[in-house]
């Protein structure tokens, strides 16, 4: 009986090795975005595609209300062409806008009544896109206004009910395309207007 030689032994063990990797390690991108839209909408979220194109990319998410948590942001990057994103009242803190740096083409972001503070608007002020940021009644002060002096597109910012005062005015000056601004309920003054 012929006895398989050693380099045959090896080489065939190689190539076990090599499809078992290669079948552990596939991923299809593709799949883990039908996965997650499945998801969203089983929540009871809002998915808008781009219709006009034929991949028919996600380009808008809407989890408003849906206790999702920081935890489930970072899943989001599968959206590759993710333009508007919308998380009223997720749960999310600043630690699940650390996730955003991974979405650079946002240009409308909601993250209106959530814990988030000074601290998550330096994640925030990495969304250079940015056209529109709704921070109402989350607990942003004037601090947190310092970091987004960069965020050249911006629009429209929503600062109702947070604790901006007139200090704050200083950093939102800097914003030198913003076309609507509510700062209802907060604490600028007439004076600092």
């Known amino acids: 009986m012929n006895q398989p030689s050693c380099g045959k032994v090896v080489m065939l063990s190689v190539l076990v090795l090599l499809a078992i990797l290669s079948a552990g390690c596939s991923h299809d991108p593709r799949s883990e975005q039908e996965r997650l839209i499945d998801e969203i909408e089983r929540m009871g979220g809002l998915i808008a595609r781009d219709e006009q194109r034929l991949e028919r990319p996600v380009y808008r998410v809407e989890l408003g209300t849906r206790p999702i948590g920081d935890s489930f942001l970072r899943r989001l990057k599968a959206f590759d062409r993710l333009e508007m994103l919308s998380l009223g009242n997720t749960g999310i803190t600043d630690d699940g806008l650390a996730y955003l740096k991974e979405m650079p083409q946002l ?31 989350t607990k942003i002060t004037d601090a947190g206004l310092r970091n987004l002096d960069e965020l050249e597109e911006l629009q429209t910012l929503i600062l109702w009910h947070t604790d901006v005062t007139d200090e704050g005015l200083e950093h939102i000056a800097k914003l030198t395309n913003l076309r609507r601004l509510d700062l209802g309920d907060t604490l600028i003054t007439d004076a600092g207007l």
């Open 107 to 137: 240009r409308r972001l909601n993250i209106r009544y959530n814990a988030v503070t000074d601290e998550g608007m330096k994640h925030v002020a990495e969304l250079h896109q940015l056209t529109r940021l709704d921070l109402m009644n």
